[in-house]
């Protein structure tokens, strides 16, 4: 089973920035593609952002695009998520994840595997 960490969370002002980093344990068939979805107090888990890192397909939910953005480090295979323009909605606790359950890559998928997750708090 795949092991991820994420770390980078905190706190913010409104309209300003963090990034949050998932170290994965390793990169096969299964974990091609990742994702971050985030949970606030009393609601559902939201897709944020995914990505197919072997060819590098990106999607976003509409909330948070043009202002978030996803990537991925082969080399260190850590997925990062750059957060810009911060809003006191963004704030959750946010969780990276791989191999989602039905094998397709998108920002809704549903996860067999994910990390302790990471809070981000932003303050207006």
């Known amino acids: 089973q795949v092991q991820l960490v994420e770390s980078g969370g905190g706190s913010a002002r409104a309209g300003g920035s963090l990034r949050l980093s998932c170290a994965l344990s390793?990169?096969?068939?299964?974990?091609?593609?990742m994702g971050w979805y985030r949970q606030a107090p009393g609601k559902k888990p939201e897709g944020v952002a995914s990505?197919?890192?072997?060819?590098?397909?990106?999607f976003y939910a509409d909330s948070v695009k043009g202002r978030f953005s996803i990537s991925h480090d082969k080399a260190k295979n850590t997925l990062y998520l750059q957060m810009d323009s911060l809003k006191s909605e963004d704030t959750a606790m946010y969780y990276c994840?791989?191999?989602?359950?039905?094998?397709?890559?998108?920002?809704?998928?549903?996860?067999?595997?994910w990390g302790q997750g990471t809070q981000v708090t932003v303050s207006s």
């Open positions: 390793r990169y096969t068939y299964s974990t091609y593609c």
């Open positions: 994840a791989t191999d989602p359950l039905d094998l397709q890559c998108g920002v809704s998928s549903e996860w067999n595997a």
């Open positions: 990505i197919y890192t072997p060819d590098g397909n990106t």
